[in-house]
Structure formats: C-alpha cells, structure tokens
C-alpha cells in the first residue's frame, strides 16, 4: 500500500486548504484512514480521523469545526478540507491507513501504513 499526500502550501491566517492523499491498493474501501500532523520540535498528533464507508468521523479538539475529513472510495482517495487556518495549524500533515480491515475505532485502530507528508504553513 502507498499512500501519496499533496495539497499543502503557504496560505495566511484564515484562509484554507485542502489536502488530499492518493491510496493504492484494491481495498481502499475497508482502510479505515486518517490524517496527522507534525509541527517542528514537538510529536505527531491526531488530526481527524473517518471510517470505511465515510459515515463517521472523528476530530481533535483543537480542529473541530475548521477541519473536514471526506473520502471518495472509487478515486481511492481521503480529504482534509482546512479552513480558518491558524498559524499554530503550521506542521508536516501526513495520511494513514488501518490496512488490517478493522474499521475505525478510536481504541482499536491502529494506523500501519503512512505517506510521505505534506508542509502547511500558515502565516500570521
């Protein structure tokens, strides 16, 4: 499975983005996926997260109400919609995906396979 981010970008407080990430594989639908990110010097932290069919999903506090997750399983492919971007939302955002056919579950899943990343920066 890889998994291909892009969509990243310079964009100023306030503004938005969408991040999308390309899925290889023939499963794509029963890959529960999510998004993380990592800003310079600290951990990866949860972002959002939606199951297979894209009926649930679920956020970080810190980005409930600007962030979007969606997927479309016949493109093989999940969004990250980010809107009213704060300079704190600065930080590497990688994809991920449970291939182990769980769905999602915030106790269960675990993410096995992660793209390469993509850079937001947002400027205040």
């Known amino acids: 499975v890889q998994l291909q981010a892009s969509g990243g970008g310079l964009v100023q407080a306030g503004g938005s983005l969408r991040l999308s990430c390309a899925v290889s594989?023939?499963?794509?639908?029963?890959?529960?996926m999510g998004w993380f990110r990592q800003a310079p010097g600290k951990e990866r932290k949860f972002v959002a997260a939606?199951?297979?069919?894209?009926?649930?999903?679920y956020y970080a506090d810190s980005v409930k109400g600007r962030f979007t997750i969606s997927r479309d399983n016949a493109k093989n492919t999940v969004y990250l919609q980010m809107n009213s971007l704060k300079p704190e939302d600065t930080a590497v955002y990688y994809c991920?995906?449970?291939?182990?056919?769980?769905?999602?579950?915030?106790?269960?899943?675990?993410?096995?396979?992660w793209g390469q990343g993509t850079q937001v920066t947002v400027s205040s």
């Open positions: 991920a995906a449970d291939t182990r056919g769980v769905d999602y579950d915030p106790m269960r899943t675990i993410f096995d396979s």
């Open positions: 594989g023939l499963t794509f639908s029963s890959y529960a």
């Open positions: 939606i199951t297979w069919s894209g009926g649930s999903t």
